[in-house]
């Protein structure tokens, strides 16, 4: 499979919704992934968990994140991320919250290499698009433990690997530690996708130069911030206008409105007001402004207000996006859950 830039946008949970990932796309982003999908979630049938299966047209290569501890459940969820259009499974082998820790999934699957090559072994035999597999470097500080796993791994049926150089215990303190990434690419024979602290077209570059990795992944650097994607890909490119910012964060509104209902887009969005206003676009009382109205319409009138023109941009913008009914792949209607 190809991807047409070297440059891929991180499963974030709570983050990377649809929006989120079209708009990833658009913005050179050459595959992008879902959020980490529970195996369960989708045993059962849940109702939100299958609305994290919704893919759009416009937002191929993409990548559905999977995660459980059960070889029959997730080679189970493979098949129906299949169906649902996923290019890529992804399986996480990286999550260090406790909520999933403890059920066996996630980072604690590095410490139980069987248990994670029967997995990917499972998953791979069910589907029929690659499988990857997303980690950390093990559990604890220091650990090497991802130089021992990945080659097995990828024995077991992993396409390509992606490392985030951090301790599960770690979360997201300290930095990545990319010589690990550099020795994971010497020892596999698939291409190796670097995770973690990549936010700027000159970290992408040294990291690629020093690992040797396929790729970059860019995740928090991109959170309302999708001109980071451009301006790795195009160090010519000028940083957004207001105008441009207030489009894309209203795009974005109106876009997570369509997927998770109004309701839960309003608690979903507000994080995102300072992610897009902040890099000293506005100033921040006016993203405290935004986030205690009670209506998306009122953030949007408000932000309308403080930057005019970006009525024009958004018309724009929302003119060369296809429309509704292409949007979504015409997919079985059972895995349409709603949510
Ligand atoms: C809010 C948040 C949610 C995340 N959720 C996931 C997830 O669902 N699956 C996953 O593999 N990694 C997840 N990650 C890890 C990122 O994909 C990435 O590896 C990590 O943030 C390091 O990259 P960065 O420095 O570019 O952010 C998450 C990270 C953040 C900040």
């Given at each position: 499979?190809?991807?047409?830039?070297?440059?891929?946008?991180?499963?974030?949970?709570?983050?990377?919704?649809?929006?989120?990932?079209?708009?990833?796309?658009?913005?050179?982003?050459?595959?992008?992934?879902?959020?980490?999908?529970?195996?369960?979630?989708?045993?059962?049938?849940?109702?939100?968990?299958?609305?994290?299966?919704?893919?759009?047209?416009?937002?191929?290569?993409?990548?559905?994140?999977?995660?459980?501890?059960?070889?029959?459940?997730?080679?189970?969820?493979?098949r129906m991320v299949e169906a649902a259009g996923a290019a890529l499974?992804?399986?996480?082998?990286?999550?260090?919250?406790?909520?999933?820790?403890?059920?066996?999934?996630?980072?604690?699957?590095?410490?139980?290499?069987?248990?994670?090559?029967?997995?990917?072994?499972?998953?791979?035999?069910?589907?029929?698009?690659?499988?990857?597999?997303?980690?950390?470097?093990?559990?604890?500080?220091?650990?090497?433990?991802?130089?021992?796993?990945?080659?097995?791994?990828?024995?077991?049926?992993?396409?390509?690997?992606?490392?985030?150089?951090?301790?599960?215990?770690?979360?997201?303190?300290?930095?990545?530690?990319?010589?690990?990434?550099?020795?994971l690419v010497d020892l596999v024979p698939v291409p190796v996708i670097?995770?973690?602290?990549?936010?700027?077209?000159?970290?992408?570059?040294?990291?690629?130069?020093?690992?040797?990795?396929?790729?970059?992944?860019?995740?928090?650097?991109?959170?309302?911030?999708?001109?980071?994607?451009?301006?790795?890909?195009?160090?010519?490119?000028?940083?957004?206008?207001?105008?441009?910012?207030?489009?894309?964060?209203?795009?974005?509104?109106?876009?997570?409105?369509?997927?998770?209902?109004?309701?839960?887009?309003?608690?979903?969005?507000?994080?995102?007001?300072?992610?897009?206003?902040?890099?000293?676009?506005?100033?921040?009382?006016?993203?405290?402004?935004?986030?205690?109205?009670?209506?998306?319409?009122?953030?949007?009138?408000?932000?309308?207000?403080?930057?005019?023109?970006?009525?024009?941009?958004?018309?724009?913008?929302?003119?060369?996006?296809?429309?509704?009914?292409?949007?979504?792949?015409?997919?079985?209607?059972?895995?349409?859950?709603?949510?």
């Amino acid at each position: 499979m190809e991807i047409p830039s070297r440059l891929v946008l991180a499963p974030m949970a709570g983050v990377s919704v649809q929006a989120f990932r079209r708009q990833g796309r658009r913005f050179g982003a050459g595959l992008v992934c879902s959020e980490m999908v529970s195996c369960a979630g989708i045993e059962h049938r849940n109702e939100r968990t299958l609305g994290y299966l919704r893919v759009a047209a416009d937002e191929h290569p993409l990548a559905i994140q999977i995660f459980g501890s059960e070889p029959r459940t997730m080679a189970e969820a493979a098949r129906m991320v299949e169906a649902a259009g996923a290019a890529l499974i992804d399986i996480n082998f990286g999550c260090p919250v406790r909520k999933v820790t403890k059920t066996g999934a996630g980072a604690t699957l590095l410490d139980d290499p069987e248990r994670a090559c029967r997995i990917v072994s499972a998953v791979a035999e069910a589907a029929t698009v690659p499988v990857t597999v997303k980690m950390r470097r093990g559990l604890r500080d220091g650990s090497r433990t991802c130089l021992e796993v990945g080659p097995r791994l990828v024995e077991a049926g992993a396409a390509a690997l992606t490392l985030h150089p951090r301790s599960a215990h770690q979360m997201y303190t300290g930095t990545a530690d990319h010589s690990l990434t550099a020795e994971l690419v010497d020892l596999v024979p698939v291409p190796v996708i670097a995770s973690g602290d990549v936010t700027s077209r000159a970290d992408a570059q040294a990291v690629l130069d020093r690992t040797g990795a396929a790729a970059v992944m860019v995740g928090r650097a991109a959170q309302g911030n999708p001109w980071a994607l451009r301006e790795i890909l195009d160090p010519d490119a000028p940083p957004p206008t207001r105008e441009e910012v207030v489009a894309e964060l209203i795009l974005f509104m109106r876009e997570t409105v369509r997927e998770l209902g109004e309701r839960r887009a309003t608690s979903f969005l507000k994080k995102f007001y300072g992610w897009y206003l902040g890099h000293g676009r506005f100033p921040r009382p006016f993203k405290q402004e935004l986030v205690q109205l009670a209506t998306l319409e009122e953030v949007e009138l408000r932000l309308l207000a403080a930057a005019p023109g970006a009525h024009e941009v958004l018309d724009r913008l929302e003119a060369e996006l296809p429309s509704g009914d292409d949007v979504l792949l015409d997919l079985p209607i059972s895995i349409y859950g709603g949510g």
